[in-house]
């Protein structure tokens, strides 16, 4: 199977853990979905993703000591493969593991994903449980001294012993029989651990074999700039960052980000910004919060995102969106770059100002992405030189976010409010 081809466009969907951290369970997850078919579907919005420690027992009941209680009780099944907790996902019973989830998201028209942790389950190592396809067992694979350092559940692979590969295998046939469509890997990205780079591979592999098209998503970053060919040969998305939340100085150091990956965005291959920390957040860890980021943050967070042509994944409740907010995830004509535009540069960049430039490939038109980076309202002047690059004239232009007409000819300045941004299409 062509990996590039499972996701021809930048992914976009809904994530649970920003909003519920690891305690979401199947009702708020069944809610979610309803709410993305019957609000967000039109626009392209598609995937719905839980997130982790969805196999773990009492999650979130001791939050005040632990994000991840340690060396708790998991369900997990003979051949050392990690199932749903039917304390969260009722349906999972029996030994259905997620398909009974899987199929209710597929009837509303949407995909559905899981987060993982890379290795084998601890739980499994200790209890000496068999893997499926060889008689090795989880002990005779797990490496005790390859662990992440804020997740307890895992030990890293041997990815040259017997057992291994057929470890990876397993859990993905599983995947493929439960109907996921996006797994995304955790404790991997930043290749941190000295068998992570190997363990892409190996997740690359058992999606090959598992028979479903399934894209491959890892986290946390930021990503390696010095192994980008290794991303895009063997996954889908990779996170360019570290976890993203609601804060200017999280969202400012994006612009360098998306600047050294520029060149990385192609079909099936996506440098990945991160969530979309927008609505109500944080509930899961016991703190719940309105988005901090300013209306006109959120404007530059989603033109940023779209002009790179990042996924997006919303990490709300999306049952709590306001009209506002709604507003923002639907701009039809913002989310458009993510399927018809390429070749976005960053073209400009100081401590005021930003500003990107790309085209689209079904009309003859091009974009630019104007921001403000002070502190209030500010002209930024338009770099027309390297604009003209892109085939972009000085003609009049429509704003995507007002949808107001600009008259671009005579403007050489661009009024954009503090922490702001103006999104340009011009038709040539």
């Not at 708020?28 to 579907?41: P, R």
């Not at 990385?264 to 979309?276: Q, S």
């Amino acid at each position: 199977m062509d990996k590039n081809k499972f996701a021809l466009t930048p992914p976009m969907g809904w994530n649970s853990y920003d909003y519920y951290d690891t305690s979401v369970n199947e009702e708020q997850v069944k809610a979610n979905a309803i709410y993305m078919a019957e609000n967000l579907k039109e626009f392209g919005w598609e995937y719905i993703v839980i997130d982790i420690e969805w196999y773990g027992y009492d999650t979130g009941s001791q939050r005040e000591k632990y994000q991840y209680i340690p060396f708790w009780k998991v369900e997990m099944d003979e051949y050392s493969r990690l199932l749903p907790c039917v304390q969260k996902f009722p349906s999972a019973k029996d030994g259905k593991g997620f398909q009974p989830l899987a199929e209710f998201v597929h009837n509303l028209g949407l995909k559905f994903g899981i987060h993982i942790m890379r290795g084998i389950p601890r739980n499994a190592a200790h209890a000496h449980t068999k893997i499926l396809g060889t008689d090795k067992t989880a002990n005779e694979v797990a490496d005790p001294s390859n662990i992440c350092d804020w997740n307890p559940d895992m030990y890293g692979i041997r990815p040259d012993v017997e057992g291994a590969q057929e470890y990876y295998d397993s859990i993905f046939k599983l995947y493929a029989e439960w109907g996921v469509d996006f797994v995304k890997c955790d404790d991997i990205c930043r290749m941190d651990m000295p068998t992570a780079k190997k363990e892409i591979e190996m997740l690359y592999q058992a999606i090959q074999k598992c028979g479903r098209p399934i894209v491959l998503s890892l986290s946390p970053g930021p990503a390696r700039i010095e192994e980008a060919w290794h991303y895009e040969t063997y996954a889908n998305m990779w996170r360019i960052t570290d976890d993203f939340w609601d804060k200017w100085d999280l969202l400012l150091p994006m612009f360098e980000r998306c600047e050294l990956w520029q060149s990385h965005v192609r079909e099936g291959c996506f440098p990945d910004c991160d969530m979309l920390t927008v609505g109500r957040l944080g509930k899961g860890f016991g703190n719940e919060w309105q988005c901090n980021f300013t209306r006109e943050e959120q404007v530059t967070m989603l033109t940023l995102w779209c002009i790179f042509r990042s996924p997006l994944m919303i990490g709300t409740d999306l049952t709590t969106l306001d009209d506002w907010t709604k507003k923002l995830l639907t701009n039809q004509e913002v989310l458009g770059l993510l399927s018809h535009s390429a070749g976005a540069r960053q073209i400009k960049r100081d401590e005021r100002s930003v500003v990107w430039c790309s085209e689209d490939t079904v009309e003859n038109a091009g974009y630019i992405a104007v921001f403000n980076l002070e502190d209030k309202e500010a002209a930024v002047s338009v770099p027309w030189e390297a604009v003209s690059q892109y085939g972009i004239c000085r003609k009049d232009g429509k704003e995507l976010w007002s949808g107001e007409t600009a008259e671009l000819q005579n403007m050489d300045f661009v009024t954009v409010p503090a922490h702001g941004a103006k999104l340009y299409k011009v038709i040539m």
